[in-house]
């Protein structure tokens, strides 16, 4: 329970929406697989494909992942409740090629951090 209350008050702190906040960015992590591909992470699927260890970076397709994704977030999560808390990892988003919205996920997240503060403002309280 503090390690995800200690991320959530950093998160508080920051005055704006930032979709990449909590990803897993290029310069962060990267993921090879059997055939050379490059990935974003091991829990990637391969239809994010990004270059490969035979002809290098693919600077344009990295680009369009991130805008992708980036616009998805814009257009969906600005105005949510839990914005700047929500863990919004690619994994969650990404569905046959293309970056969607899991409402599932969502609705789960929202849950979870509610449930965090709750038990993180039971235990202020206790003290």
Do not use: W
């Not at 310069?27 to 990637?44: P, Q, T, W």
């Not at 369009?64 to 994704?69: F, G, P």
């Not at 839990?82 to 690619?90: A, E, H, I, S, T």
């Amino acid at each position: 329970v503090y390690s995800r209350y200690s991320i959530l008050l950093e998160s508080l702190q920051h005055k704006r929406f930032n979709p990449l906040l909590g990803t897993c960015f290029y310069n962060s992590r990267l993921y090879v697989d059997a055939d050379g591909g490059f990935h974003i992470c091991e829990k990637m699927n391969d239809s994010f494909q990004f270059g490969n260890a035979f002809d290098g970076f693919d600077y344009d397709k990295m680009a369009t992942i991130v805008n992708q994704y980036i616009q998805l977030l814009e257009n969906h999560c600005r105005d949510c409740e839990v914005r700047f808390l929500c863990n919004k990892c690619y994994i969650h988003f990404a569905k046959n090629g293309v970056f969607q919205v899991s409402e599932e996920y969502c609705r789960k997240e929202k849950q979870a951090i509610k449930k965090i503060l709750e038990e993180a403002i039971n235990l202020e309280e206790n003290e």
